[in-house]
């Protein structure tokens, strides 16, 4: 990477950016939302008062956290997406040295690089399944840091990150920072277990960054929270600027609250959609999926021709998947791909099936 792109931001998404579609609308399979959308009442913007201001500290925000989770008050920061929170953190705490891991998020890095910290890398490596590296490794890495930045799952290889070695990390070293990304965390089959949010009431030292972004399939919104000690929040306080939380986003956070059914139709459509994909693929000789977690699976065009090949074919088809191979590590036609809706999903599905054995005929 040169030194512009540490800092030049990259989104996946955009494919009438990426491809001059022209108009054409494709089935976007390259960002992690939700497959559905939360029932929500047909109310007019008007309603949700937008000619007011909405609280200074997105206290309706906090308060869906405080419900919803069984969080304590103090130990919500509602934030303006988890990116808000994502770049709040390094400023506000002052970090200097950053342990990452890689291929992962691409702004934990920017975030640190922005606020003056100097970052290094702990590798997933394919070879490995992108597998965790043992607690000493890890522990030996951060030793001379003074933050270490991880997400549970990782965003694109589906890594999971044990709640219980996260804070092993933690209580070992109580004067760095343990920052977990927790975006995805509500796909998780052992969520809320799996979660890091209510620990932080005990443990200085761990900051949960949220997002109703992924789960909720709101990313117009820009909702989120850092979840963290009130000591903790204090220091972020300092810095963070106010009415970052609009009122709309307020007063939808109130309606998630009665979206427990909904909540559970994602749940169960993920897990069934997740093992029906996993099976499928097997099938698809070209493609080998090389990691998954949350709503998407991390996979390798393995037809001997360049991945373009897989994403021109896709998009004549209105299909569009994130190519990964801007991150390090995943270079070599690495794509990722969500779970939609089932039909979406066996269309998506029969396309790779249908070009991975006409390459492949075409290769005997
Ligand atoms: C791992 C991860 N964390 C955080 C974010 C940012 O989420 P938000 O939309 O809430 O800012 C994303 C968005 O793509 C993500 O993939």
């Not at 820009?222 to 970052?244: D, F, M, Q, S």
């Not at 998947?321 to 809706?341: A, H, M, Q, T």
Request: proline share 6%; hydrophobic share 40%; charged share 25%.
């Amino acid at each position: 990477m040169t030194q512009d792109n540490l800092y030049h931001h990259e989104h996946g998404g955009e494919p009438e950016r990426r491809f001059g579609l022209d108009g054409k609308r494709v089935l976007d399979f390259s960002v992690n939302i939700g497959p559905l959308s939360p029932p929500f009442p047909d109310k007019p913007l008007s309603a949700f008062d937008l000619h007011r201001y909405p609280s200074i500290d997105g206290r309706g925000v906090a308060a869906f956290y405080r419900d919803r989770f069984d969080l304590e008050d103090g130990c919500v920061l509602p934030v303006n997406g988890a990116s808000e929170g994502i770049y709040l953190v390094p400023r506000a705490l002052g970090i200097r040295k950053a342990v990452l891991f890689t291929p992962s998020f691409f702004d934990y890095g920017r975030a640190c690089r922005i606020a003056g910290a100097e970052v290094s890398f702990l590798g997933l490596e394919e070879s490995e399944g992108f597998a965790l590296p043992g607690v000493e490794t890890i522990a030996a890495k951060i030793r001379d840091a003074d933050a270490m930045f991880a997400a549970n799952p990782n965003n694109p290889t589906g890594t999971q990150f044990p709640r219980e070695m996260f804070l092993e990390l933690a209580r070992r070293f109580p004067d760095k920072w343990f920052v977990m990304d927790e975006a995805f965390i509500q796909y998780a089959d052992d969520f809320p277990g799996a979660s890091l949010m209510r620990e932080v009431g005990s443990l200085k030292n761990v900051i949960v960054i949220h997002s109703l972004t992924k789960f909720y399939a709101l990313p117009g919104l820009r909702l989120g929270a850092v979840l963290a000690h009130p000591g903790t929040l204090g220091i972020l306080l300092r810095y963070k600027e106010p009415w970052t939380v609009n009122a709309v986003a307020e007063r939808v956070a109130g309606e998630l609250l009665r979206c427990g059914d909904y909540e559970k139709d994602v749940r169960e459509l993920i897990a069934s959609e997740r093992t029906k994909i996993l099976g499928r693929m097997e099938t698809v000789p070209g493609i080998a999926v090389r990691g998954h977690g949350a709503n998407f699976f991390l996979a390798r065009w393995n037809a001997g021709s360049d991945l373009d090949r897989l994403l021109e074919y896709l998009i004549e088809r209105n299909l569009y998947v994130r190519d990964c191979r801007n991150f390090p590590g995943l270079e070599d036609n690495f794509f990722r791909f969500s779970i939609r809706k089932p039909e979406e999903n066996d269309y998506l599905l029969d396309q790779f099936q249908q070009l991975s054995r006409r390459i492949g005929a075409m290769t005997e």
